[in-house]
Each structure stands twice: as C-alpha cells, then as structure tokens.
C-alpha cells in the first residue's frame, strides 16, 4: 500500500529527458546535502518526476501550550504579521 503522508513538492522535471541525465535525482541530492530529506517519485498521470519532501509534524497543540512549570500562567497573544 502506498505511502499517503503529507509531502510538499520542491521541484517538477518532465520524464523526458537527455539520455543519461538524471535531473531530478540530482535535484534530490543537492536538497539532502543541505538538509532536506527529499526523494524523487514518478507521477504517472502527468509523467513526470517530482522532487518531494515529507511536511514537517506539528507537536500536537495541547501539548504546544501546555505551561513550562505547574501554576504557569500561559497567554497567547494573536497579532498580525507586519512586514
């Protein structure tokens, strides 16, 4: 059964390519080198190869706002981003 984790896809390349070329698989590696653990997979409905990368795993809320010491008073505070 196939793998149904969340992935973003880095980088698209067409399954046609030069003989001998293998751009996606080299996308992959220079992605690993600096860190990110990329893999190449085949999408057969629009034939090509895509470079992807599995999405980082949140740690799950309650836990993400569970006070750092017992009678902590933890506040959120949701402010816009300002650029």
């Known amino acids: 059964m196939p793998d149904q984790s969340a992935h973003t896809v880095l980088e698209r390349f067409p399954a046609a390519g030069p003989r001998g070329s293998w751009p996606a698989d080299e996308y992959a590696a220079a992605q690993r080198a ?5 893999q190449v997979v085949m999408d057969l409905r629009t034939d090509q190869f ?25 506040c959120v505070f949701r402010t816009p981003l300002t650029t």
């Not at 600096?34 to 990329?38: D, F, K, S, V």
């Open 34 to 38: 600096q860190g990110t653990n990329a």
């Open 50 to 74: 895509l470079v992807v990368a599995p999405l980082p795993v949140a740690p799950p809320r309650s836990a993400a706002l569970r006070p750092s010491r017992p009678g902590a008073v933890l």
